[in-house]
T-cell receptor
């Protein structure tokens, strides 16, 4: 199993450009998450999904949109990138078993917005 | 806002020594988890402790949980250079319904010197 994969690994954008980050998992997990990690801030949840066709806002959703058209994929879109969105983005997936859940993370996407 | 806060922010020890990291949180939880992040990589789940458990072991890891003080500690015994990483605690709040999101702290950077 590849686990959780993210593409691209690194991207440079100019302010105002748009892009989509792709997350794919091959573990048949129901739940998927997008986080951003900034120095000194830990991980902050952007959006999440509890199943195919569902999405919900996390802690810092502004400026981002997501879609979960297929169970194995979770897309994060930036419609008009801003320098404040320079960050490392992590995708994670999980399932619940006996009321417990642990998350499996991808390797991250480094985004630089100039 | 962050639920968990790790202490210290950074810790430097010699190989063979024990490393202790602490996590404090604010609200009632279902469980608390510890994750490790090697530089430039995604997070990896280490251990989960339920709210009704006080101590848990996994190899060289020992986790304690004190719900009355809303705190947890992670002890790594006989540390190795390969343990050098950032360590994050994550809490699953006891909020009822289907709100199963994890909230991550800012992490402790552990450096183990050979």
């Amino acid at each position: 199993n590849a686990g959780v994969t993210q593409t691209p690994k690194f991207r440079v954008l100019k302010t105002g450009q748009s892009m989509t980050l792709l997350c794919a998992q091959d573990m048949n997990h129901e739940y998927m998450y997008w986080y951003r990690q900034d120095p000194g801030m830990g991980l902050r949840l952007i959006h999440y999904s509890v199943g195919e066709g569902t999405t919900a806002k996390g802690e810092v959703p502004d400026g981002y949109n997501v879609s979960r058209l297929k169970k194995q994929n979770f897309l994060l879109g930036l419609e008009s990138a801003a320098p404040s969105q320079t960050s490392v983005y992590f995708c994670a997936s999980s399932y619940r078993s006996r009321g417990l859940e642990t998350q499996y993370f991808g390797p991250g996407t480094r985004l630089l917005v100039l | 806002s962050q639920q968990g806060e790790e202490d210290p922010q950074a810790l430097s020890i010699q190989e063979g020594e024990n490393a202790t990291m602490n996590c404090s949180y604010k609200t009632s939880i279902n469980n608390l988890q510890w994750y490790r992040q090697n530089s430039g990589r995604g997070l990896v789940h280490l251990i989960l402790i339920r709210s009704n458990e006080r101590e848990k072991h996994s190899g060289r890891l020992r986790v304690t949980l004190d719900t009355s003080k809303k705190s947890s500690s992670l002890l790594i015994t006989a540390s190795r250079a390969a343990d050098t990483a950032s360590y994050f605690c994550a809490t699953e709040a006891n909020s009822g319904g289907s709100n199963y999101k994890l909230t991550f702290g800012k992490g402790t950077l552990l450096t183990v010197n050979p």
